[in-house]
């Protein structure tokens, strides 16, 4: 069936480094992508979306990338701080009639001072 | 402003007893969804309320869950005769969905247990 996994369930980064989290996609269809970072004990926190039209969007420190031919996602986060330290979602709509998102299993970002 | 909120925020329950979880969507969000998260787990979808049209229960796992939404607004999820394996956090979620904007903004969730 539909599935959205990431490459990597944990890593491990220097404070002031920068980060990537990658993660692949298996529907074709959908048409949008979202990263949600949720620290423990909390619920997922919207970091930045993308639409299928563009290939990169940027915001405050992180940077999000769209491979659409070997459908792959990534989240960029520039000089990570020990806040940055939580598991990391990427999700994709289904293209389907509803909105609902197609998690994937998240990547632990442990940010090290 | 407020942001999507979840009562309660644990609940601990025998197995065989219903539940009820509550979600206050963002004022103004037309749709709102339900998910769970096993522990250590990605999120899985179980429900979703759009304005007045037939909500998707495609993602609700058995015949004892069920969830409403009164008004357009409130929505409650219930659990009948709980299973241990219904353990898991219930995550709330609510977006606007007008003029493409269809991101999910989510609750603080309601971790359940069932002894």
């Known amino acids: 069936g539909e599935s959205v996994g990431l490459h990597l369930p944990t890593l491990s980064v220097q404070e002031g480094d920068n980060s990537i989290i990658n993660c692949a996609y298996s529907n074709s269809a959908s048409d949008y992508f979202i990263w949600y970072k949720q620290e423990s004990g909390k619920g997922p926190q919207f970091i930045i979306d993308?639409?299928?039209?563009?290939d990169k969007r940027q915001g405050q420190r992180v940077t999000v990338l769209l491979n659409k031919t070997v459908k792959h996602l990534s989240l960029q986060i520039a000089a990570t701080q020990p806040g940055d330290s939580a598991v990391y979602f990427c999700a994709e709509t289904n293209g389907g009639a509803t909105n609902k998102l197609i998690f994937g299993t998240g990547t632990l970002l442990a940010v090290q001072p | 402003g407020a942001g999507v909120s979840q009562s309660p925020s644990n609940k601990v329950t025998e197995k065989g007893k219903d539940v009820e979880l509550r979600c206050d969507p963002i004022s103004g969000h037309t749709a709102l969804y339900w998910y769970r998260q096993s522990l250590g787990q990605g999120l899985e979808f179980l429900i979703y309320?759009?304005?007045?049209?037939?909500?998707?229960k495609s993602g609700l796992p058995s015949d004892r869950f069920s969830a409403e939404r009164t008004g357009g607004s409130v929505s409650t999820l219930t659990i009948q005769r709980t299973q241990q394996e219904d353990s898991a956090v219930y995550l709330c979620?609510?977006?606007?969905?007008?003029?493409?904007?269809?991101?999910?903004?989510f609750g603080p969730g309601t971790r359940l247990t069932v002894l």
């Open positions: 309320f759009q304005g007045n049209s037939a909500p998707d």
């Open positions: 993308i639409r299928s039209n563009m």
């Open positions: 979620a609510s977006s606007l969905e007008s003029s493409g904007k269809i991101t999910q903004y």
